[in-house]
Nanobody, 125 residues
């Protein structure tokens, strides 16, 4: 089964950009739909974006539309989340998730069976 490790988080100024990476191992990444979620302190986990196994179709949460872009490189077993125009509300732990590709995309966190440990994004004003 696939293991996921996120990287690329850190401190960024408001209005700035970050690119998060999700490195997959232990399985063929192209067999999985991938997604990004985030969770801020004392808040529920929030859907950010999802992408089909071949990158052909994406789904975005309202907070991500127009600012974030999800992508993947199956040859590198890596997924990405490009985040632009960051603001204080984007500060959170960001998690990569995956589910078998035949199951398609969903915004429901409970439907993803594979998770990374998360990477923290901090936005300074």
């Amino acid at each position: 089964q696939v293991q996921l490790v996120e990287s690329g988080g850190g401190l960024v100024q408001a209005g700035g950009s970050l690119r998060l990476s999700c490195a997959a191992s232990g399985g063929n990444f192209s067999l999985y739909t991938m997604a990004w979620f985030r969770q801020a302190p004392e808040k529920e986990r929030e859907f950010v974006a999802a992408l089909t196994w071949n990158g052909g179709s994406a789904l975005y949460g309202n907070s991500a539309k127009g600012r974030f872009t999800i992508s993947r490189d199956n040859a590198k077993n890596t997924g990405y989340l490009q985040m632009n125009s960051l603001n204080a509300e984007d500060a959170a732990f960001y998690y990569c998730a995956a589910r078998r590709r035949h199951m398609g995309m969903t915004s429901a966190a409970t439907e993803y069976g594979y998770w990374g440990q998360g990477t923290q994004v901090t936005v300074s004003s």
